[in-house]
């Protein structure tokens, strides 16, 4: 209800009826002995007891949710991990670490999954997944965040391209240009459209996409050109379908990071996959 604001709305999301809310609601209040929600304003807000109460309930659900996971984790196989990547980092910059960690710990199961941000976190949270590794991660106060790699950014067009016989662009020709982006919601998205906006360019988007593999297909096929990691096109560069081009302007870079739920209890072997990836924390993948 508080991040809805409105009693029916929060009823509908529920499975369940507004007037079952409202009593909810008002057997707390007078439980409480005070008002939690002030009912003349639209939307709804919390009175100044509201905010002490739904920060503590947070607070409590967040702690019943840590247990729950400790006490699952009691439960589980201790020579099994569970790792969840962003697609980009995942089927690229994530492999070498792979690598080493089965060759130190070959008897440990290892499960690499590929999934989105959101799904990510929640998972994160949940207790499906011990480690995860994100683009741009966000602040969350149940979650630790570790520098990972910077990835270099580079601007790619197919071999046919006007610009794909240039050594390097210069970030202001990309003003008009047709650009393959991705979606709005998608951090990388906010953090490219921040580098453009220091330089006051707008490219004509034409295309978004949700994930690093459909945007090269769409730019292998001459749809126009994109911004993206170096790390994600090597392959596509070995086998001629793409070009990449560094701004002469100067080095851009997606910063990565690993996230890991606060008081999270890793096996040995999760503890030395967490070392493993935090050793070069911060570097560029060039």
């Not at 453009?196 to 945007?215: M, W």
């Not at 749809?223 to 081009?245: C, F, K, M, Y």
Request: net charge positive; charged share 25%.
């Amino acid at each position: 209800m508080v991040s809805l604001r409105n009693l029916s709305r929060a009823a509908e999301k529920h499975g369940i009826s507004q007037s079952a809310v409202s009593q909810q609601l008002a057997q707390l209040e007078t439980l409480h002995k005070c008002q939690l929600v002030d009912r003349k304003k639209r939307p709804l807000e919390l009175t100044s007891a509201g905010e002490v109460f739904y920060a503590a309930a947070r607070d409590i659900l967040e702690r019943y949710d840590r247990l729950s996971s400790e006490i699952a984790g009691l439960t589980k196989p201790a020579n099994r991990i569970r790792l969840a990547a962003i697609f980009s980092v995942g089927m690229h910059t994530l492999q070498p670490y792979v690598k080493r960690f089965m060759s130190r710990y070959p008897t440990v199961h290892l499960r690499v999954e590929y999934s989105s941000v959101g799904q990510i976190y929640d998972r994160l949270l949940r207790g499906d997944v011990d480690i995860g590794v994100v683009a741009l991660a966000k602040k969350i106060r149940a979650i630790e965040v570790y520098p990972f790699e910077r990835e270099l950014l580079v601007l790619v067009c197919g071999p046919r391209h006007p610009l794909a016989g240039s050594g390097a662009v210069d970030i202001h020709q990309l003003q008009g240009i047709e650009f393959v982006a991705f979606e709005q919601g998608v951090p990388t998205r906010t953090w490219i459209d921040t580098i453009l906006g220091q330089y006051n360019v707008a490219p004509r988007i034409i295309l978004e996409f949700d994930n690093t593999e459909t945007i090269k297909r769409a730019v292998e096929i001459g749809s126009g050109v994109s911004i993206l990691p170096e790390s994600t096109v090597r392959a596509e560069l070995a086998n001629g379908t793409l070009r990449a081009l560094a701004f002469s302007n100067e080095r851009f870079y997606r910063p990565t990071h690993i996230i890991v739920r606060k008081n999270k209890t890793l096996s040995q072997a999760g503890r030395y996959l967490l070392e493993l990836l935090r050793k070069h924390e911060g570097e560029s993948t060039e």
